[in-house]
């Protein structure tokens, strides 16, 4: 069975400086690529649109009243259409 090969200290520190230094030039390579382009806005349905209506109605309403910051949402019929995203960026104040 051969005997492996004994690699000094100074071959290791050599090792991980020029994995370093791969590493850095390719995280600056990585920066100054150009982002992407942004997703183009998707148009909202018009049962989104009034879904989101009537939330922000119930919301202002129950701001004026002061009540104890609790509100339910129910929808009372089921919809094909999916309004989460549009729900998550008026909760998150992109309104």
């Not at 609790?70 to 089921?78: N, P």
């Amino acid at each position: 069975m051969p005997k492996p090969i004994r690699m000094g200290g100074r071959t290791w520190v050599a090792a991980w400086a020029v994995l370093c230094v791969a590493g850095l030039a390719a995280t600056a390579g990585l920066r100054s690529a150009p982002a992407p382009d942004p997703q183009p806005a998707r148009p909202v349905s018009a049962e989104c649109r009034e879904f989101i209506a009537s939330v922000k109605t119930q919301l202002d309403e129950a701001e004026q009243e002061g009540g104890d910051g609790i509100l339910a949402f129910s929808r009372g019929r089921v919809s094909t259409v999916d309004c989460a995203d549009e729900l998550r960026n008026l909760f998150r104040g992109e309104r």
